[in-house]
C-alpha cells in the first residue's frame, strides 16, 4: 500500500470544496452512508483522479462483548471493494449491550463509547478483530476514541492496550491525536506517555480534529478549528515516526474552503517540523518503547509492520494481517486464526463478565438505571446529557422535517423524550418513535403541528401489514389512532 499523504473528512456538504482543494491525496467516508451500487458522484469523481478513498466505520462495535455482525461486516467489505480502497477502518469502542448474553433488553448508544482497558476486554476484542480480519478484502485499522469516562479498575494503559492489541492480531493502528488530547483534558492521561508506549511503526494514518472545552470537560466535537495542543501531540508523534497519512476531521459547523485549506497546510507544517525534532526516550514505560524499535527513516510503501511482523522477520514466521492488494482476501496468518479460534471457546467467559459490565453502564446512561459501582456519577451525567443531545442532533439530520414541523419545541421536546426512551433501533426507528410518543402521548396541542406530524409519521411507517403478528396489530392500532386526530 502506497503511503496516503495529506487527506480531508470526505462529507456530502463539503463535497465540491474537497474535489476543488489543491494537494488532497485521499479521503475518508464514513462507512455507513456509502451505498456501493450508488456512490456518491463527487466520490466518482475524486476516484477517477487518482484520489484513494477510505471507507470509515462507526457501527461496527468491535469493543462490544458480542462477535461482529455478520451483516455489517459485509457492508464494510463491500464498501471497500466498491471505492477499491487499501484498508478498512473502525474504532476500539463498544456502541450497543445487553440481549442475549446477559438477558435484558438490547440498547444502543448511538456514540463510541470506551471499552474498559482490562484482561478481558482485551480479548474479546482481539477475537473480534480476528473475525471482522477474516471477513475483510483489505487490512484493518482500528482508532483510539476519546472519553468523558474512565471505567473503575482498568489494568493497563492506553498505549499498553494498544501495544498488546497490535501484537496479539497484527491489527493496523488509526491514532487519533484530538483523541489523546480529549483523554488528557477529561481523564488526565499524558499524551506522550500514550506515545511512548504505542507501537507507533504501527500506525496506518492519523487522524486530527478540533473541539472545545466546557465546565473542565474537553468536548471532541470535530466542529471547531484544531488546537495548538492537538497539533503538538501530531508534531511528538511526528518526531518518533513518519505517519504513511494524516487525515483532517469535519464533521459540522464547516467553515470557508480557504479556512480548511489553512488547517491542512498547518498539518502539513507541524508534521515536516516534527520529522526535525527529537524527542526524549521516556524512562518508565513498562512495555518496549516503541522508540527502541527498528525503524526505517523512511516508511516502506507497504503500510507499517506489527511489533508481531518485527520477531517474523528475525524467525521467519509471520503472524501479522497480509499486506495484499484488496483482492487478494489475505490478511491473517496467525496461529490463532483460522478455525481454531472459531471454535474457541476460550472467550465465553471474558464476553459474560464484558457483557454484564457494559449493558450495567450503558443502562445508567440511557436508561436512567442506578450507577454502576466505582464509576464518577457526575462525569456519568456529563456523558449522558452528551448522548441525549448527539441523539436529537442525528435525528434532526436523518429527518430534518420533525425540527422544521416543531420549531423551537424540537430540542426540548426531543430530550424529554430521550430520558425515558433508550434508543434500541437506530437513528430513523428513533426518529419515528419520537413522533409517534408526541402523538400517543398528547403532547401536541397546536392543531396544525399534531396534523403535520401525524402525516409525516403515516406516510414514513409504511402500509399496514397483513401479517397478525402482534406487533402487526400494534402497528394498525396505532395507526387507526392517529388517523382519527
Not at 497539533?231 to 518518533?240: E, H, P, W
Request: hydrophobic letters at 40%; charged letters at 25%; proline letters at 8%.
Amino acid at each position: 500500500m502506497k503511503r496516503l499523504g495529506t487527506g480531508i473528512g470526505w462529507r456530502p456538504e463539503i463535497a465540491a470544496a474537497v474535489e476543488g482543494m489543491p494537494g488532497i491525496d485521499w479521503v475518508e467516508a464514513v462507512a455507513e452512508n456509502v451505498c456501493p451500487g450508488h456512490l456518491p458522484e463527487s466520490l466518482v469523481r475524486l476516484r477517477e483522479r487518482g484520489v484513494t478513498v477510505v471507507p470509515h466505520g462507526v457501527s461496527l462495535g468491535l469493543g462490544g462483548a458480542d462477535r461482529p455482525d455478520e451483516g455489517k461486516l459485509a457492508d464494510l467489505a463491500a464498501a471497500a471493494e466498491a471505492l477499491g480502497s487499501p484498508l478498512v477502518t473502525e474504532h476500539i469502542a463498544f456502541v450497543r449491550a445487553g440481549g442475549a448474553l446477559t438477558a435484558s433488553p438490547r440498547l444502543e448508544a448511538g456514540h463510541l463509547l470506551p471499552v474498559p482497558r482490562t484482561r478481558d476486554a482485551l480479548d474479546v476484542l482481539c477475537e473480534n478483530i480476528r473475525i471482522a480480519q477474516d471477513a475483510l478484502p483489505v487490512p484493518l485499522a482500528v482508532e483510539n476514541i476519546a472519553a468523558l469516562i474512565s471505567w473503575p479498575g482498568e489494568e493497563m494503559t492506553e498505549g499498553q492496550f494498544l501495544y498488546d492489541l497490535a501484537d496479539r492480531t497484527g491489527v493496523r493502528l488509526l491514532i487519533d491525536v484530538a483523541n489523546l488530547h480529549t483523554n488528557h483534558v477529561n481523564r488526565g492521561e499524558d499524551p506522550a506517555k500514550a506515545l511512548d508506549e504505542l507501537p507507533v511503526e504501527a500506525i496506518a494514518y492519523v487522524h486530527v480534529a478540533g473541539g472545545f472545552e466546557r465546565d473542565g470537560v474537553w468536548h471532541d466535537s470535530h466542529a471547531h478549528a484544531v488546537p495548538p495542543a492537538v497539533l503538538a501531540i501530531l508534531a511528538d508523534l511526528s518526531s518518533r515516526v513518519r505517519p504513511p497519512g494524516v487525515l483532517l476531521e469535519r464533521d459540522e459547523n464547516f467553515p470557508a474552503p480557504a479556512e480548511l485549506e489553512r488547517e491542512l497546510t498547518a498539518i502539513r507544517e507541524t508534521v515536516e517540523k516534527g520529522a526535525l525534532s527529537v524527542v526524549p526516550k521516556a524512562s518508565d514505560s513498562v512495555v518496549p518503547k516503541a522508540s527502541e524499535a527498528p525503524e526505517p527513516t523512511e516508511v516502506p510503501d507497504d503500510a507499517a509492520a506489527s511489533p508481531a511482523a518485527e520477531r517474523a522477520s528475525a524467525d521467519g514466521t509471520s503472524d501479522t494481517p497480509g499486506t495484499a492488494e484488496p483482492d487478494s482476501g489475505d490478511h491473517t496468518d496467525s496461529p490463532d486464526s483460522g478455525d481454531a479460534w472459531k471454535a474457541s471457546p476460550s472467550t465465553d467467559s471474558s464476553r459474560q463478565r464484558l457483557a454484564l459490565a457494559q449493558a450495567a453502564l450503558l443502562s445508567a446512561l440511557v436508561a436512567g438505571t442506578p450507577v454502576p459501582e466505582g464509576f464518577d456519577g457526575t462525569r456519568l451525567s456529563v456523558q449522558a446529557r452528551a448522548l441525549a443531545g448527539k441523539r436529537a442532533d442525528v435525528v434532526a439530520k436523518v429527518a430534518p422535517e420533525l425540527p422544521e414541523i416543531l420549531a423551537g419545541a424540537y430540542r426540548k421536546a426531543f430530550l424529554a423524550y430521550a430520558h425515558g426512551h433508550p434508543m434500541t433501533g437506530g437513528y430513523r426507528r428513533d426518529a419515528l418513535d419520537f413522533a409517534e410518543h408526541l402523538l400517543l402521548g398528547g403532547r401536541l396541542e397546536d392543531p396544525d403541528v399534531r396534523r403535520r406530524v401525524s402525516a409525516w409519521w403515516l406516510e414514513r411507517s409504511g402500509p399496514a401489514p397483513l401479517s397478525q403478528h402482534p406487533a402487526a396489530r400494534l402497528a394498525r392500532a396505532t395507526r387507526r389512532v392517529l388517523l382519527r386526530r
